[in-house]
């Protein structure tokens, strides 16, 4: 499950994500997936480790570039973030995804 304190952020919007569960990135969602979002530059090099061509490589983008484009970037940790570090984190992710949205 997600961490409790992501929990209650998600409540306040009025969104559930107690049944949100992750997994690792296989080779195959670059078959399922036209764009693959990652939170760092960590996780991108990771997955583009798992490219198989320059078209795989392409769908990959750091989320955070939807709002500050082309600066690569990290989500921040929301555990190093204080009293405020989840909200914090759900705001931006809430404005990249508001972008992604508007791009769609």
Request: proline share 4%.
């Given at each position: 499950?997600?961490?409790?304190?992501?929990?209650?952020?998600?409540?306040?919007?009025?969104i559930?994500?107690?049944?949100?569960?992750?997994?690792q990135?296989?080779?195959?969602?670059?078959?399922?997936?036209?764009?693959?979002?990652?939170?760092?530059?960590?996780?991108?090099?990771?997955?583009?480790?798992?490219?198989?061509?320059?078209?795989?490589?392409?769908?990959?983008?750091?989320?955070?570039?939807?709002?500050?484009?082309?600066?690569?970037?990290?989500?921040?940790?929301?555990?190093?973030?204080?009293?405020?570090?989840?909200?914090?984190?759900?705001?931006?992710?809430?404005k990249?995804?508001?972008?992604?949205?508007?791009?769609?």
């Amino acid at each position: 499950m997600p961490d409790k304190r992501s929990i209650a952020v998600a409540e306040k919007y009025h969104i559930d994500i107690t049944d949100q569960r992750c997994r690792q990135f296989k080779v195959s969602d670059f078959d399922d997936f036209d764009l693959i979002y990652v939170m760092d530059n960590s996780n991108k090099r990771d997955v583009l480790a798992l490219a198989r061509d320059e078209n795989d490589k392409a769908k990959v983008k750091i989320i955070l570039n939807e709002i500050f484009p082309n600066e690569n970037v990290d989500v921040p940790d929301p555990y190093y973030g204080g009293e405020f570090g989840f909200e914090n984190v759900y705001k931006l992710l809430d404005k990249a995804c508001t972008v992604i949205t508007e791009k769609l």
